[in-house]
Structures are given as structure tokens and as C-alpha cells.
């Protein structure tokens, strides 16, 4: 137990992990508290698409200002292409083309000379309840003001909501102002499937609505870390990773498993840690690695 008068020790977090607990709570224990965690499911297509377009264009905003053409945005494509979870090669093949066209068709709306002020940059801030990082793709400056740049590369369309509601990006934009000390209100996804960009300019107010939400979730997900930890502090310690046999979740008792309730639903099939969870199985259809894509 603390002391009476102790600061209390801040809940150190990323955006994914605070969404993490807002969707499922046992999906949050197994990804960030199970140790070792349990085993997850094959790697997902649409994570490699998503992983290689943002690898080519990072690496492309690092290129020397003569060599940022789309076709050099076409060669780091293919040099960063990540090939698991596809169905076969063929498949991985067209998506890779396909994923070539979305970064030499966006390369080719840039400017090239206009250099980020932070191109897959980390930033962080503090509340009196958290320590929140996170890494964002792209910082520009406008003017006096920076902007907040998400790429996105699902197949579903974006609208102006998304970009309006997202926690992450919200507090992407406090994060980036207090590290770089300049007015941070702008955020934006830039589609590449749809070629799109969806915006959002938050006031002081909506950010720090957006702060004080995200300090709801880090008092709830902090509290329920601590019960778990203190209950695992007494058990025997786990099998090491180099011992035969599948990872799987420990038995937790029911008072703690109770603080990591699953939120069973048809989204369940596309859960990492499905197999390790009798609701999520009872939710949702099995979903196969490559079902994330667009129709071909």
C-alpha cells in the first residue's frame, strides 16, 4: 500500500493502449498485463499493407529533396514490403502493386521541398493521472501552427467524425504542442485508398475534453493494473519462454478476472487473442488473414 501523502505513480500509456481498454478489457489484460502474454493468431494482410505504406513513406520523407519523386516513393514501397498473412503470393503480389499506386499517387499531391517537423516522431505530455507517448506519422507546420497527420489505409471511407473523435489524435496534437511549444489545433487522415483527406480543428476546450477522457480511462485501467499486479506479485513465477508448449493465459481468480470482462461481439474475429477467449468464439465468425483487404 502507498504511504498517506505520496504522490501517487502516473499510468503510463499510449493512445492504443487507453482504446485498448475502452474495446475489451480482456483483450487489454492479455496484450499488456499476461506475462508471458498468451500466444496470438497469424499476422492480418491489412496490418502488412498498413505497416509497408507507412515504412515507404517515412523512409521517403528521408530521401535528399531531389530524390522525393513518386517513382522513388514506388521503389521503397517494394523495399519495405512485408509479405505476411497474405493468402498466397499472387495475392501478396497485386497488393503490392496496389499499395505502389497509393504511395506514388499521394507522393505526387506533396511537395517535396516542404519538410515535415516530424516524420514518425514521438511525443508525450503528462496529467497528474498519466504519462501518455505515443508515435505520430507526420508533424507539419502551417503557418504558426503545427498539424497532426495520420495516414490510413483501411478500405472503409473516412468522414470528418473520424477525425473529430479520435482520442489519439487529440492528444497527439497537446503532446506535440507542449514538446515542440507551438499552438497544435489541426488534425487530419489522409486516406491513400480513397485519396482523401478528412480534417478537424479542435478548440482548446475539445482537446481537453479529449485529455480529461483519456485521464478517466488511466484512473480505471491504473486501479484495475494494481490489482492485478498485487495478485500476481504472489504467484509462482511463469514459464519461461523457452519451455515447450503454446503460450496461454494464467487462471486468474474470479475477483480479478472480473476487473478484464470480454466485450463479446461480431468484432471478436478479428481478435488476436480469439482463441484464448469462450465469448469471443461464441460472438464471431473465425476470420481468415486476409480478410481485412478490399475486395480485389
Known amino acids: 500500500m502507498g504511504l498517506d501523502g505520496m504522490p501517487r505513480r502516473l499510468y503510463s500509456c499510449t493512445p492504443s493502449r487507453l482504446n485498448s481498454w475502452l474495446d475489451c478489457r480482456r483483450r487489454y489484460r492479455f496484450t499488456y498485463l499476461d506475462r508471458p502474454s498468451p500466444q496470438k493468431g497469424p499476422p492480418w494482410a491489412h496490418n502488412s499493407v498498413g505497416a509497408s505504406v507507412h515504412n515507404a513513406l517515412a523512409a521517403w520523407w528521408r530521401e535528399p529533396y531531389d530524390r522525393r519523386t513518386p517513382a522513388m516513393a514506388g521503389v521503397l514501397l517494394g523495399n519495405a514490403w512485408i509479405t505476411e498473412g497474405f493468402r498466397d503470393q499472387e495475392q501478396s503480389t497485386a497488393w503490392r502493386d496496389r499499395a505502389r499506386h497509393m504511395v506514388t499517387g499521394y507522393t505526387a499531391t506533396l511537395d517535396p521541398a516542404h519538410d515535415p517537423i516530424g516524420v514518425e516522431r514521438t511525443v ?45 489524435l487529440a492528444v497527439y496534437a497537446v503532446a506535440a504542442a507542449r514538446v515542440m511549444r507551438r499552438p497544435c489545433h489541426r488534425v487530419e487522415l489522409h486516406h491513400l485508398p480513397t485519396a482523401s483527406i478528412v480534417e478537424w480543428e479542435h478548440t482548446d476546450e475539445s482537446l481537453a475534453r479529449h485529455i480529461g ?17 498485487a495478485w500476481s506479485a504472489t504467484m509462482p513465477r511463469a514459464r519461461g519462454r523457452g519451455d515447450a508448449g503454446p503460450r496461454t493465459p494464467p487462471e486468474v481468480p474470479g475477483e480479478i478476472a472480473e476487473l478484464f470482462p470480454a466485450t463479446p461481439g461480431p468484432l471478436c474475429g478479428w481478435c488476436d487473442f480469439r482463441r484464448h477467449c469462450p465469448e469471443g468464439q461464441t460472438a464471431s465468425t473465425p476470420r481468415q488473414p486476409w480478410d481485412g483487404l478490399a475486395d480485389d
Open 213 to 229: 477522457r483519456a485521464d478517466e480511462i488511466a484512473i480505471e485501467a491504473a486501479a484495475a493494473d494494481e490489482r492485478y499486479r
Open 124 to 168: 508525450a505530455t503528462r496529467t497528474a493521472a498519466m504519462a501518455l507517448s505515443g508515435r505520430v506519422d507526420r508533424i507539419d507546420q502551417r503557418g504558426d501552427e503545427l498539424v497532426i497527420v495520420d495516414y490510413k489505409t483501411g478500405r472503409r471511407p473516412l468522414d470528418t467524425d473520424d477525425a473529430r473523435s479520435s482520442l489519439a
